[in-house]
């Protein structure tokens, strides 16, 4: 089991940043996807971005062109850079890990996730 700890939430007015971080740690880290999903309330869960261990990138159609992800691996964490964030961004984050190296954007393909951080956009 991978252990994934969120952290860098917050609260900005629309059009401004914040980066997200996921540690990992725990049974391995190596041959993962890393995933960013986000779930506002009342809302289901839905996926954001996500970054294999080959470095295959992939992200939703709302966010394409203002957020990006990557991953340190000697650190065993992802980010996700968010930039040119709108109120319809508010929501709580999720870091997900799945063990397979191929991306996928139902929340069921992933097998650990972390507590998640709460992103509060204004208008």
């Known amino acids: 089991q991978v252990q994934l700890v969120e952290s860098g939430g917050g609260s900005v007015q629309a059009g401004g940043s914040l980066r997200l971080s996921c540690a990992a740690s725990?049974?391995?880290?190596?041959?993962?996807?890393m995933g960013w999903f986000r779930q506002a309330p009342g809302k289901e869960r839905v996926f954001v971005a996500a970054?294999?261990?080959?470095?295959?990138?992939a992200y939703a159609d709302s966010v394409t062109g203002r957020f990006t992800i990557s991953r340190e691996y000697a650190r065993n964490t992802v980010s996700l850079q968010m930039n040119n964030l709108k109120p319809e961004d508010t929501a709580v984050y999720y870091c997900a890990s799945r063990g397979s190296d191929n991306v996928a954007r139902d929340p069921r393909g992933y097998d650990d996730w972390g507590q998640g951080t709460q992103v509060t956009v204004s208008s």
């Open positions: 725990g049974r391995t880290f190596s041959r993962s996807t």
């Open positions: 970054i294999t261990w080959s470095a295959t990138m």
